[in-house]
């Protein structure tokens, strides 16, 4: 398989996911508890007190992801132009460097520029 439909095909997925994520947050009884999927947007005071690596967001709005506590996996599938190797590399970067500051610091992270992070910014979060 090629390269560029592999790229492809892994975007589509990705899309897929955040697709059926977002469906399943309008039904609960479908979902499992906000405890046992820490994805899940939840929406009582205690739910909004503990931290979320990915929330999704309702629909039509984009998901987001914590730069310091999402893994590799989270931010390829909630990162424009990310893939896994990029995500990994994000990983490793603040495994061997402590947590992102700022937000502007993930450029340090080889691969990611600019165009990537201003692509990104409205998903992204501290």
Known sequence: MSLTLKL??????????????????F??????TAAE???VVQTSAAARA??????????????????????????ADTLNGVGLKKAEAIVRYREQNGPFTDIEQL???????????ERNRERLRM
């Open 27 to 32: 039904i609960p009884s479908l979902t499992a």
């Open 50 to 75: 503990q931290p979320q690596a990915a929330t999704n967001t309702a629909a039509g709005q984009e998901a987001t992801v914590s730069i310091n506590q999402a893994s590799a996996e989270q931010l």
């Open 107 to 117: 450029q340090e992270v080889p691969g990611i520029g600019l165009a990537l992070l």
């Open 8 to 25: 492809a095909l892994a975007r589509h997925q990705a899309l897929a996911g955040a697709l059926l994520s977002a469906a399943l947050c």
């Open 37 to 39: 999927k820490p994805g």
